[in-house]
């Protein structure tokens, strides 16, 4: 009768019948999408430890360093192609949950599978326990982590490039997929590793995608283009840098020059405006620091700005106050507000506070869902801008095609595809994204664009098929018992 009540049930069923689970999630995505993934996922993960039934996941922890591609040896399943690994320092919004973050990589995997056919069994989640710095979870005795405070520097480095090469080494088609890793680590990482493994950071590049696509399906409702925009994210960590890059090869495809594009997106962090004159800014904010005097808060703001869309990447709930979305709806005629906060709880503002805050204008989308909202007799369906309408389809075309390396082009493609898919019954009503219950279709047209990248870059060796839409659904797994007849 509660959603992690159904969550442990979900997962109960997964453990005791893979086929049975993947039928009925597919089957009743929406419904089910809120239980197995955000937002309860993220109470699933804070009760980890509590509500723990099988480890259904490789858990690598600080002290079996030395020993890694001896651990991954073990794992029954010979040709895993997708990997989700987490060390559990920033989940969700939710901060710091050490080993109890394995309830992400299980989610996102099942997401891969019920979205773009993965097989369940290429499929393999990886916690890296490092330790955990939340005393409450150091506290308990319940806790299914190494109760020591997080590993950090060389030491930390040596175990993540141990498992990078034990993985490359055991399964070198796979694709690493990195998540809800501590921001410093999350760049680094990324950057570290890009070029010689095929991987990608899906709070960072996949939150991106979602959010462009967001942005490309807006441009029909404003009927401008990108480069008429001016962004303002609150939050300049993975995600806020992310889509903010990922923007810039939009514009750039628009014709405007990386600097002009850069001065199109502007960051309000923890301490105000991100400008050039601020000290000690973090590495990955650097690019968007822009000559600009100081501004402390998020309504001055707005109102210096005059930004046409606000992002909410913060994880800081009700940030999007009544002033400062009244602003947005005097500044702009249909002013987009994006706040993909998660789960729910800490969204910036709520899809009712969006719509009547707007007078019904606003263009919202969220990160965990909402429930349908009537405004002046009109009912709209607020857009989930979830990274899972993206990552299982480009997970999809790195496989199928073989892809040695996953690249921003490829998700700059799937937001493109993505935004293609809404109809205009979806616009209609309000929505930006198209319906949940078509995510397979969406996630083919998302692999076959992004395995064409990868033909055309001559990121594999393996030959273009003829008929690339049958070679890709061919792969994919339909949960049916008929399958083992
Ligand atoms: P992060 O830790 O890398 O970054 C958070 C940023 O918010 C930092 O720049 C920090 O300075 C800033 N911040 C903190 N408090 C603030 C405040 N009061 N005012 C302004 N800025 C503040 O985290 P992240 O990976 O970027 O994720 C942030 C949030 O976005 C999380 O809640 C996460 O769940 C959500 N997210 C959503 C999606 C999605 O749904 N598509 C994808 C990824 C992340």
């Not at 069994?121 to 005393?135: E, I, K, R, Y």
């Not at 869902?369 to 990552?391: E, H, M």
């Amino acid at each position: 009768s509660t959603d992690i009540g159904k969550y442990v049930y979900m997962v109960a069923l997964l453990d005791r019948n893979e086929d049975l689970f993947y039928r009925f999630v597919m089957d009743n995505l929406d419904e089910m999408m809120p239980i197995i993934y955000t937002p309860t996922v993220g109470k699933g993960c804070q009760e980890f430890g509590h509500i723990f039934r099988r480890p259904r996941g490789l858990y690598v922890s600080r002290k079996n360093r030395g020993r890694v591609s001896e651990m991954l040896k073990n794992w029954p399943y010979d040709d895993v192609r997708i990997v989700v690994v987490t060390d559990g320092e920033r989940i969700l919004g939710l901060g710091d949950l050490g080993a109890n973050g394995m309830g992400i990589p299980i989610g996102k995997l099942s997401l891969y599978t019920a979205c773009a056919g993965i097989y369940p069994t290429q499929c393999m989640p990886v916690m890296l326990d490092c330790g955990t710095d939340n005393q409450e979870l150091l506290d308990d005795p319940l806790y299914i982590g190494i109760q020591e405070p997080r590993l950090r520097g060389v030491e930390y480095d040596a175990l993540i490039a141990e498992f990078m090469s034990a993985v490359q080494e055991k399964y070198p088609k796979a694709c690493i997929q990195l998540e809800d890793f501590g921001n410093t680590n999350a760049f680094r990482i990324l950057e570290a590793y890009r070029e010689s493994a095929c991987l990608f950071d899906d709070d960072i590049q996949g939150t991106a995608g979602v959010a462009l696509a967001g942005f490309y399906s807006a441009l029909n409702l404003t009927g401008d283009r990108l480069s008429d925009h001016k962004f303002l994210f609150l939050g300049a960590g993975e995600a806020g840098i992310g889509i903010g890059s990922l923007i810039v090869t939009g514009l750039m495809a628009e014709g405007l020059s990386e600097a002009d594009a850069r001065k199109k997106c502007w960051y309000v962090d923890s301490k105000g405006l991100v400008v050039s004159s601020r000290t000690g800014l973090a590495e990955h904010k650097l690019p968007f620091a822009h000559d600009h005097a100081p501004i402390q808060g998020l309504l001055e703001a707005v109102e210096t700005l005059q930004p046409t869309a606000i992002i909410g990447v913060s994880g800081k709930p009700s940030t999007f106050t009544r002033p400062v979305v009244e602003a947005m709806a005097r500044l702009n005629m249909r002013p987009i507000i994006f706040a993909l906060s998660n789960p729910t709880s800490m969204a910036e503002c709520t899809a009712e506070e969006a719509y009547t805050w707007t007078d019904g204008r606003a263009i919202f989308a969220s990160g965990s869902p909402f429930d349908p909202v009537t405004y002046k007799g009109q009912t709209f369906l607020p857009g989930q801008g979830n990274n899972a309408y993206i990552f299982p389809g480009v997970g999809l075309g790195v496989v199928a095609a073989e892809a040695v390396r996953v690249t921003d082009e490829m998700f700059f493609v799937a937001a493109k595809t993505l935004a293609a898919q809404v109809t205009p019954e979806d616009y209609a009503q309000g929505r930006i994204f198209p319906e949940l219950s078509r995510i397979r279709e969406v996630s083919i047209a998302i692999a076959v664009d992004v395995a064409e990248v990868a033909f055309r870059r001559g990121l594999t060796d393996f030959e273009r098929p003829a008929d690339l839409v049958k070679h890709i659904t061919s792969q994919m797994y339909d949960p049916a018992y008929k399958t083992y007849v």
